[in-house]
Structures are given as structure tokens and as C-alpha cells.
């Protein structure tokens, strides 16, 4: 590829494909064989999608941290982290990236996606905020307690990244109760249908991808206010 088309491709917005409620083994899959395939002409890609109940566990999870799984199944990931609860009435976005053709580190990644989560809520009127020590968005409730909503985790293969993020919609927050939410003893979740935010996954993803798409082609993230007053 020549030097005007490497800059050409890095600068095009990724294939966005909307998949609906699928499997996460089998969607897992999808995203390692995508990425095995893929070469330096690959358009990049950004799948939204829902899963039915399923707990992943990241590289570096901790069994301690699976509380009382129950009757939904623990599966193990390459992502980054510790584990997490996936389901219906939660969005989740694939970033199929490739790093080196964008110029990206995997930080300046996991700041876009904050940002770009962070970006989504503030438009419905929700203060959020991303820490660098601990990666996801956070909102405060009125006693400035802190609760989570929104978590990513990332995998780089062949200097391209799978895996992406979750946003709480309006799901049943009930299974979070049964671990320790990325490794974090009583971290609350919370959701943006409580918080005057979208009420559906649908919603959610169109207002999102706008800000994610705006975010990939921001070049110097950081620079995005945080969301706090």
C-alpha cells in the first residue's frame, strides 16, 4: 500500500455493523478470526451488539472476585481486566482497530472510548468522569458516592485491538451484586436509564457512536474536558 493510501485508510471511518443480541463465546471467536485475517488494507470496524447473561473474566482475573456466579455462565477472556457482567439491555461495542495505521497508543485508545462515553452522557444532561487508575466512567451519586457506568477492556493482537466497551443501559444490575465488579469490592453500578439517559440499547448506541466516531478522529483526546464541573 503507498504512502498516500496508508494515510488515506488510517484516516476512514471504521465499518460500523450492528449485530444484535449474540453469544459472547461465539462473537469472541468472530473478533480473534477477524483479526488473525486481517492485513494492512482490512477497513477497521466497530460492532454494537447485546449479550445474554454472561460474566467474563479478564487475563488477569482473580477467581476470589466471582462471587456466587449461580446460573450464569463464567467465561474466561483475553481481554484486559478482572471480571465483568454482560446482558441484555447493556451496549457493548467492539473495537476491531487497527493501531499502527491510526498512530495510536493503547492508552490514546482506551482515552477516546472513555471520552467518547463520557461525551454520550454528558449530552443527556449526566456528569461523568474516567480515572487513569482505574479505566471505565464514573458518575457520583448525591452523597459524591462513586458508581460505574461504563467499563472497557482491551486485547492488541498483531498491533490491532478487539474487544471494546459496555455501557449500561437498562438491564437487570442485579448480577453485578454476585462479583466484584473488575475487581472492586462494593463498587455499585448504575445505568443511564436511571439517570435521565437513554432507556434503550438502540438509543444508546446511535447518540454513542456519533461521539466515539468524532473521537477516533480527535487528535489529542486528553484534551476533552473529563465531564466534571
Request: glycine share 12%; proline share 6%.
Amino acid at each position: 500500500m503507498s504512502a498516500a493510501a496508508l494515510a488515506a485508510a488510517a484516516c476512514a471511518a471504521p465499518k460500523i455493523r450492528r449485530l444484535g443480541r449474540v453469544d459472547y463465546e461465539a462473537t469472541l471467536a468472530q473478533m480473534r478470526a477477524f483479526t488473525d485475517a486481517r492485513d494492512a488494507d482490512t477497513p477497521d470496524e466497530l460492532w454494537l451488539l447485546e449479550h445474554p447473561p454472561v460474566f467474563t473474566q479478564g487475563q488477569a482475573g482473580k477467581v476470589e472476585h466471582v462471587l456466587a456466579a449461580g446460573d450464569i455462565p463464567v467465561v474466561q477472556a483475553d481481554r484486559g481486566g478482572q471480571v465483568t457482567y454482560h446482558g441484555p439491555g447493556q451496549l457493548v461495542v467492539y473495537f476491531l482497530i487497527d493501531l499502527h495505521r491510526r498512530g495510536f497508543g493503547i492508552r490514546s485508545l482506551v482515552t477516546r472510548i472513555e471520552q467518547g462515553m463520557i461525551g454520550v452522557l454528558r449530552q443527556y444532561g449526566i456528569v461523568a468522569y474516567a480515572d487513569p487508575a482505574a479505566p471505565g466512567v464514573y458518575v457520583d451519586d448525591a452523597a459524591g458516592t462513586r458508581m460505574k457506568i461504563g467499563s472497557l477492556g482491551l486485547r492488541v493482537r498483531k498491533g490491532c485491538t478487539y474487544h471494546g466497551l459496555a455501557l449500561n443501559v437498562a438491564m437487570d444490575l442485579e448480577p453485578f451484586s454476585r462479583i466484584n465488579p473488575c475487581g472492586y469490592q462494593g463498587l455499585r453500578m448504575t445505568q443511564t436509564s436511571a439517570l435521565g439517559g437513554p432507556r434503550q440499547v438502540g438509543e444508546a448506541g446511535d447518540a454513542l457512536l456519533e461521539h466515539l466516531l468524532a473521537q477516533l478522529e480527535n487528535p489529542n483526546p486528553a484534551s476533552t474536558e473529563d465531564g466534571r464541573p
